[in-house]
Protein backbone atom coordinates (compact mmCIF):
# COMPACT_ATOMS: atom_id res chain seq x y z
CA UNK A 1 0.00 0.00 0.00
CA UNK A 2 1.01 3.67 -0.66
CA UNK A 3 2.27 6.50 1.24
CA UNK A 4 -0.48 7.96 -0.60
CA UNK A 5 -3.30 5.48 -0.73
CA UNK A 6 -2.97 4.21 3.07
CA UNK A 7 -4.48 7.34 4.47
CA UNK A 8 -7.36 7.69 0.87
CA UNK A 9 -9.08 4.47 2.11
CA UNK A 10 -10.52 6.38 4.89
CA UNK A 11 -10.61 9.92 4.48
CA UNK A 12 -11.83 12.25 1.67
CA UNK A 13 -10.84 15.55 3.09
CA UNK A 14 -9.88 16.86 6.46
CA UNK A 15 -13.34 17.46 7.12
CA UNK A 16 -13.58 13.12 7.37
CA UNK A 17 -11.51 13.67 10.29
CA UNK A 18 -13.11 15.97 12.15
CA UNK A 19 -15.02 14.70 15.66
CA UNK A 20 -18.72 14.91 15.46
CA UNK A 21 -20.87 16.13 17.96
CA UNK A 22 -22.50 12.76 18.38
CA UNK A 23 -19.65 11.24 19.19
CA UNK A 24 -18.27 13.46 21.53
CA UNK A 25 -21.17 13.08 23.68
CA UNK A 26 -21.18 9.20 23.13
CA UNK A 27 -17.42 9.48 24.71
CA UNK A 28 -18.28 11.65 27.70
CA UNK A 29 -21.18 9.39 28.69
CA UNK A 30 -18.36 6.47 28.27
CA UNK A 31 -16.17 8.25 30.31
CA UNK A 32 -18.37 9.04 32.85
CA UNK A 33 -19.24 5.10 33.31
CA UNK A 34 -15.62 4.59 33.45
CA UNK A 35 -15.38 6.77 36.00
CA UNK A 36 -18.23 5.15 38.31
CA UNK A 37 -16.66 1.61 37.66
CA UNK A 38 -13.48 2.61 39.11
CA UNK A 39 -14.81 4.39 42.08
CA UNK A 40 -16.48 1.13 43.28
CA UNK A 41 -14.09 -0.62 44.79
CA UNK A 42 -13.66 2.41 47.87
CA UNK A 43 -17.28 3.03 47.82
CA UNK A 44 -17.84 -0.66 49.24
CA UNK A 45 -14.38 -0.30 51.06
CA UNK A 46 -15.94 2.49 53.18
CA UNK A 47 -19.63 0.55 53.59
CA UNK A 48 -17.34 -2.10 54.59
CA UNK A 49 -15.47 0.48 57.14
CA UNK A 50 -18.58 1.79 58.70
CA UNK A 51 -20.04 -1.67 59.32
CA UNK A 52 -16.92 -2.17 61.36
CA UNK A 53 -16.40 0.94 62.86
CA UNK A 54 -19.44 0.91 64.26
CA UNK A 55 -18.61 -1.38 66.58
CA UNK A 56 -16.84 1.63 68.47
CA UNK A 57 -18.28 2.83 71.30
CA UNK A 58 -16.38 5.96 71.08
CA UNK A 59 -13.33 7.56 68.78
CA UNK A 60 -10.58 6.30 70.91
CA UNK A 61 -11.81 2.70 70.78
CA UNK A 62 -10.87 3.02 67.07
CA UNK A 63 -7.41 2.26 68.15
CA UNK A 64 -7.87 -0.91 69.14
CA UNK A 65 -9.21 -2.24 65.78
CA UNK A 66 -6.18 -3.51 64.14
CA UNK A 67 -8.11 -4.65 61.21
CA UNK A 68 -9.02 -1.28 60.05
CA UNK A 69 -5.83 0.32 60.62
CA UNK A 70 -5.26 0.84 57.21
CA UNK A 71 -8.37 2.43 56.45
CA UNK A 72 -7.73 5.07 59.26
CA UNK A 73 -4.51 5.91 58.12
CA UNK A 74 -6.18 6.73 54.81
CA UNK A 75 -8.80 8.84 56.45
CA UNK A 76 -5.84 10.70 58.49
CA UNK A 77 -4.46 11.69 55.09
CA UNK A 78 -2.05 9.56 55.01
CA UNK A 79 -1.40 7.84 51.29
CA UNK A 80 -0.27 3.88 50.36
CA UNK A 81 2.91 5.53 49.19
CA UNK A 82 3.09 7.75 52.37
CA UNK A 83 2.32 4.70 54.68
CA UNK A 84 5.48 3.08 52.97
CA UNK A 85 8.02 5.19 54.43
CA UNK A 86 6.46 5.64 58.41
CA UNK A 87 7.27 3.75 60.84
CA UNK A 88 4.71 1.98 63.52
CA UNK A 89 5.07 5.11 65.88
CA UNK A 90 4.46 7.63 63.22
CA UNK A 91 0.73 5.57 62.25
CA UNK A 92 -0.41 5.78 65.47
CA UNK A 93 0.28 9.14 65.86
CA UNK A 94 -1.47 10.02 62.70
CA UNK A 95 -4.39 8.41 63.81
CA UNK A 96 -4.50 9.75 67.34
CA UNK A 97 -4.56 13.49 65.57
CA UNK A 98 -7.35 11.93 62.92
CA UNK A 99 -9.25 10.90 66.15
CA UNK A 100 -8.36 13.96 68.38
CA UNK A 101 -9.02 16.56 66.11
CA UNK A 102 -11.82 14.86 63.60
CA UNK A 103 -13.82 12.41 65.50
CA UNK A 104 -14.18 13.56 68.60
CA UNK A 105 -15.48 16.84 67.92
CA UNK A 106 -18.04 14.82 65.79
CA UNK A 107 -19.37 13.62 68.76
CA UNK A 108 -22.13 10.84 67.85
CA UNK A 109 -21.49 10.82 64.32
CA UNK A 110 -17.60 10.21 64.61
CA UNK A 111 -18.20 7.27 62.29
CA UNK A 112 -19.48 9.17 59.47
CA UNK A 113 -16.64 11.81 60.06
CA UNK A 114 -14.48 8.66 59.28
CA UNK A 115 -15.45 7.12 56.50
CA UNK A 116 -16.25 10.96 54.80
CA UNK A 117 -12.64 11.66 55.60
CA UNK A 118 -11.68 8.48 54.42
CA UNK A 119 -13.44 9.02 51.25
CA UNK A 120 -11.93 12.40 50.79
CA UNK A 121 -8.46 10.84 50.52
CA UNK A 122 -9.37 7.41 48.41
CA UNK A 123 -11.39 10.16 45.99
CA UNK A 124 -7.77 12.08 45.88
CA UNK A 125 -5.92 9.30 44.54
CA UNK A 126 -8.78 7.86 41.89
CA UNK A 127 -8.62 12.01 40.67
CA UNK A 128 -4.69 10.88 40.10
CA UNK A 129 -5.80 7.98 37.84
CA UNK A 130 -8.75 9.36 36.28
CA UNK A 131 -6.54 12.16 35.08
CA UNK A 132 -5.33 9.56 32.74
CA UNK A 133 -8.52 7.19 31.99
CA UNK A 134 -9.14 8.85 29.03
CA UNK A 135 -5.74 7.65 27.75
CA UNK A 136 -5.96 4.36 28.59
CA UNK A 137 -9.74 3.86 27.45
CA UNK A 138 -8.58 5.09 24.17
CA UNK A 139 -5.04 2.58 24.06
CA UNK A 140 -7.94 -0.10 25.23
CA UNK A 141 -10.52 1.38 22.16
CA UNK A 142 -7.23 1.14 19.60
CA UNK A 143 -5.98 -2.16 21.24
CA UNK A 144 -9.60 -3.86 20.27
CA UNK A 145 -9.98 -2.71 17.05
CA UNK A 146 -6.62 -3.98 15.84
CA UNK A 147 -7.35 -7.45 17.46
CA UNK A 148 -10.69 -7.73 16.05
CA UNK A 149 -8.61 -6.62 12.55
CA UNK A 150 -6.16 -9.14 12.77
CA UNK A 151 -8.74 -11.83 13.82
CA UNK A 152 -10.78 -10.70 10.57
CA UNK A 153 -7.64 -11.39 8.58
CA UNK A 154 -7.42 -14.55 9.94
CA UNK A 155 -3.79 -13.58 11.86
CA UNK A 156 -2.69 -15.67 14.51
CA UNK A 157 -1.26 -13.19 17.48
CA UNK A 158 0.66 -12.82 20.71
CA UNK A 159 0.32 -10.21 23.08
CA UNK A 160 2.20 -8.64 25.82
CA UNK A 161 0.90 -8.89 29.54
CA UNK A 162 1.71 -5.77 31.60
CA UNK A 163 1.38 -7.55 34.43
CA UNK A 164 3.34 -10.58 34.16
CA UNK A 165 5.56 -9.50 31.77
CA UNK A 166 5.05 -12.21 29.53
CA UNK A 167 4.22 -12.62 25.81
CA UNK A 168 1.03 -14.88 25.81
CA UNK A 169 -0.50 -17.06 22.78
CA UNK A 170 -4.15 -16.08 21.58
CA UNK A 171 -6.67 -18.26 22.73
CA UNK A 172 -10.24 -18.66 21.94
CA UNK A 173 -11.41 -16.55 24.23
CA UNK A 174 -9.32 -13.02 24.08
CA UNK A 175 -12.40 -10.27 25.99
CA UNK A 176 -11.06 -7.85 28.16
CA UNK A 177 -7.32 -8.58 27.16
CA UNK A 178 -7.15 -4.97 26.06
CA UNK A 179 -6.67 -4.13 29.87
CA UNK A 180 -3.56 -5.85 30.21
CA UNK A 181 -2.22 -5.33 26.63
CA UNK A 182 0.82 -3.60 26.02
CA UNK A 183 1.95 -5.50 23.06
CA UNK A 184 1.01 -7.04 20.16
CA UNK A 185 2.64 -9.38 17.56
CA UNK A 186 2.04 -11.10 14.01
CA UNK A 187 2.88 -12.36 10.73
CA UNK A 188 2.95 -10.16 7.72
CA UNK A 189 5.59 -9.96 5.24
CA UNK A 190 7.36 -10.99 8.21
CA UNK A 191 7.48 -11.03 11.88
CA UNK A 192 5.57 -7.89 13.69
CA UNK A 193 5.43 -6.67 16.91
CA UNK A 194 4.21 -3.33 18.33
CA UNK A 195 5.52 -1.98 21.43
CA UNK A 196 2.98 0.43 23.42
CA UNK A 197 4.32 3.35 25.80
CA UNK A 198 7.78 2.57 24.71
CA UNK A 199 10.76 5.03 25.43
CA UNK A 200 12.93 5.37 21.73
CA UNK A 201 16.35 5.66 22.24
CA UNK A 202 16.86 7.53 18.60
CA UNK A 203 14.50 10.46 20.40
CA UNK A 204 14.76 9.57 23.94
CA UNK A 205 11.49 9.84 24.74
CA UNK A 206 8.33 8.01 24.66
CA UNK A 207 6.52 6.87 22.19
CA UNK A 208 2.68 5.55 21.87
CA UNK A 209 3.00 3.21 19.39
CA UNK A 210 6.22 1.79 18.30
CA UNK A 211 6.25 -0.96 15.03
CA UNK A 212 8.79 -3.50 14.96
CA UNK A 213 9.53 -5.78 12.03
CA UNK A 214 11.07 -8.18 14.52
CA UNK A 215 9.40 -11.33 16.47
CA UNK A 216 8.26 -10.20 19.92
CA UNK A 217 11.36 -11.82 22.11
CA UNK A 218 13.78 -9.69 19.95
CA UNK A 219 12.70 -7.12 22.39
CA UNK A 220 13.68 -6.72 26.10
CA UNK A 221 13.02 -3.40 27.16
CA UNK A 222 15.78 -2.16 29.61
CA UNK A 223 19.32 -1.88 29.51
CA UNK A 224 19.88 -4.79 26.73
CA UNK A 225 21.80 -3.51 24.01
CA UNK A 226 20.87 -6.63 22.19
CA UNK A 227 17.15 -5.59 22.14
CA UNK A 228 15.69 -4.73 18.71
CA UNK A 229 14.66 -1.28 20.26
CA UNK A 230 17.95 -0.21 20.16
CA UNK A 231 18.22 -0.86 16.56
CA UNK A 232 17.11 2.08 14.49
CA UNK A 233 16.45 -0.11 11.42
CA UNK A 234 14.00 -2.43 13.03
CA UNK A 235 12.11 0.44 12.99
CA UNK A 236 8.51 0.41 11.02
CA UNK A 237 6.48 2.26 12.31
CA UNK A 238 5.69 5.08 15.19
CA UNK A 239 2.64 6.71 15.91
CA UNK A 240 0.91 9.09 18.60
CA UNK A 241 -2.39 8.08 20.01
CA UNK A 242 -4.78 10.65 21.83
CA UNK A 243 -7.81 9.27 23.69
CA UNK A 244 -9.42 12.12 25.41
CA UNK A 245 -12.93 13.23 24.14
CA UNK A 246 -12.57 16.56 25.53
CA UNK A 247 -12.60 19.47 22.82
CA UNK A 248 -11.18 22.07 24.57
CA UNK A 249 -8.18 19.75 25.27
CA UNK A 250 -8.15 18.65 21.47
CA UNK A 251 -5.39 21.18 19.93
CA UNK A 252 -3.08 21.05 22.69
CA UNK A 253 -3.38 17.43 22.45
CA UNK A 254 -2.54 17.53 18.70
CA UNK A 255 0.37 19.85 19.58
CA UNK A 256 1.78 17.51 21.84
CA UNK A 257 1.44 14.75 19.63
CA UNK A 258 2.73 16.62 16.24
CA UNK A 259 5.88 18.02 18.13
CA UNK A 260 6.80 13.99 19.01
CA UNK A 261 6.14 13.12 15.63
CA UNK A 262 8.49 15.63 14.26
CA UNK A 263 10.95 15.05 16.95
CA UNK A 264 10.84 11.15 15.68
CA UNK A 265 10.90 12.28 12.12
CA UNK A 266 13.94 13.99 12.74
CA UNK A 267 15.41 11.70 15.18
CA UNK A 268 15.83 9.39 12.65
CA UNK A 269 16.60 11.31 9.66
CA UNK A 270 19.79 11.55 11.85
CA UNK A 271 20.51 8.16 11.08
CA UNK A 272 19.88 8.81 7.08
CA UNK A 273 16.09 6.69 8.25
CA UNK A 274 12.65 7.32 7.92
CA UNK A 275 10.23 5.13 9.27
CA UNK A 276 6.38 5.51 8.80
CA UNK A 277 4.63 8.11 11.32
CA UNK A 278 0.90 8.29 12.12
CA UNK A 279 -1.81 9.85 14.57
CA UNK A 280 -4.74 8.43 15.55
CA UNK A 281 -6.92 11.27 17.89
CA UNK A 282 -10.40 11.24 19.56
CA UNK A 283 -10.76 14.65 19.76
CA UNK A 284 -10.23 15.94 16.61
CA UNK A 285 -11.66 19.78 16.20
CA UNK A 286 -11.16 21.48 12.31
CA UNK A 287 -8.11 23.48 12.64
CA UNK A 288 -6.25 20.44 13.54
CA UNK A 289 -8.03 18.01 11.01
CA UNK A 290 -6.97 20.39 8.44
CA UNK A 291 -3.24 20.56 9.54
CA UNK A 292 -3.18 16.62 10.47
CA UNK A 293 -4.57 16.67 6.24
CA UNK A 294 -2.07 18.99 5.03
CA UNK A 295 0.44 16.76 6.44
CA UNK A 296 -1.02 14.00 4.91
CA UNK A 297 -0.66 15.47 1.55
CA UNK A 298 2.55 16.55 1.75
CA UNK A 299 3.71 13.23 2.93
CA UNK A 300 4.96 14.10 6.43
CA UNK A 301 2.60 11.83 7.87
CA UNK A 302 2.06 8.54 6.21
CA UNK A 303 -1.31 8.06 8.15
CA UNK A 304 -3.95 9.23 10.34
CA UNK A 305 -7.64 8.22 11.96
CA UNK A 306 -10.14 9.52 14.25
CA UNK A 307 -10.29 7.13 16.62
CA UNK A 308 -14.04 7.42 17.45
CA UNK A 309 -14.44 6.22 13.65
CA UNK A 310 -15.00 2.44 13.43
CA UNK A 311 -13.91 2.74 9.27
CA UNK A 312 -11.16 4.96 9.76
CA UNK A 313 -9.65 2.84 12.78
CA UNK A 314 -9.72 -0.12 11.43
CA UNK A 315 -8.33 1.15 8.12
CA UNK A 316 -5.34 2.44 10.15
CA UNK A 317 -5.09 -1.06 11.51
CA UNK A 318 -5.20 -2.96 8.43
CA UNK A 319 -2.25 -0.74 7.10
CA UNK A 320 -0.41 -1.28 10.57
CA UNK A 321 -0.60 -4.93 10.15
CA UNK A 322 -0.07 -5.07 6.45
CA UNK A 323 3.41 -2.98 7.02
Not at 2 to 31: M, W
Not at 156 to 176: G, L, P
Request: aromatic share 8%; net charge positive; hydrophobic share 40%.
Amino acid sequence: MSKTTSYRAHLTSSDSLVTPYEEIRAGFIALALEKNRKATPFVEEAKALKVVASRARSPQDLLKMVEIRGSMLTAAGISDKANGHLAEDDRIEAIKGLINKFLEPAGKQFVDELVYRFLLTRGDSLGGSIRNLAGSVGEQKFSRALIATLSIEGKNYRWFHSKSKKWIERSADDSDIELNLKGLSWQSAGPRTLIYNLTVPMVRKNVDLSLFAVVPDAISIGNNEESAHNNPKKYLALGELKGGIDPAGADEHWKTANSALERIRKGFAKLRLSPKTFFIGAAIEKSMAQEIYRQLKEGVLSNAANLTNENQTVSVCKWLINL
